[in-house]
């Protein structure tokens, strides 16, 4: 006996080789309409696909997209913080009858002895005083300031008889009276408690 093997033949590049076995697919499903009543026609025949089911959503979206402070794509907002300059603004003090205060007593053009502007002063201030505690303020500085100038301009009348002193005194006392009601209403606007300098203060 001999111990020679046979050969092994090569294999056949030109041999139809057997389809590999691949994932398997999902069969179709063949869905027949049923014919209306009274006909014979079968119906056409249509290819459903296959059933898939969907994925649970991961923990990691978080709520439903329709929920509050959510975005469709599952990441959330956070809620917007108030700014600086909002967070001031709610909290200064309502300034327009502060501001009116002050404005008010230039309704006599700066001219103490007509009364308008300290009449229509004083009656704002007691109409505001109870309700508003920063026109309370400006309503009572606007008045000690105007009350001071009255005085100072019924003095100068007797002075302008005697010596003529009182003759500068009436001319420049109109245009500083305006000038500093416009200041102490722009400190007004501003928020601030600011007082008249160099006067008596009589009410308040």
């Not at 209306?36 to 459903?48: F, I, S």
Request: net charge neutral.
């Amino acid at each position: 006996m001999s111990n020679e093997q046979p050969d092994q033949v090569p294999p056949n590049p030109f041999e139809q080789q057997p389809p590999a076995q691949g994932p398997s697919t999902p069969p179709k499903v063949e869905v027949h309409a049923e014919p209306a009543r009274g006909t014979t026609d079968p119906g056409r025949v249509y290819d459903a696909p296959p059933f898939q089911r969907q994925a649970p959503p991961s923990p990691a979206g978080g709520s439903s997209a329709g929920s509050y402070g959510s975005s469709p794509g599952g990441s959330s907002t956070p809620p917007r913080e108030p700014s600086s300059s909002s967070a001031a603004a709610a909290g200064a003090p309502a300034v327009g009858w502060a501001v009116a205060c002050h404005l008010i007593g230039m309704a006599d053009l700066g001219v103490n002895i007509l009364l308008a502007g300290l009449i229509f002063t004083a009656a704002l201030w007691l109409l505001r005083r109870g309700d508003d505690a920063f026109a309370d303020f400006h309503g009572a500085e606007s008045l000690n300031l105007q009350l001071n100038l009255l005085f100072w301009q019924v003095a100068a009348v007797p002075l302008i008889l005697c010596c003529l002193v009182g003759l500068p005194m009436l001319i420049i006392s109109p245009f500083l009276k305006i000038g500093l009601l416009l200041y102490g209403a722009y400190r007004a606007s501003r928020g601030d408690r600011w007082r008249y300098p160099f006067i008596l203060r009589i009410v308040g």
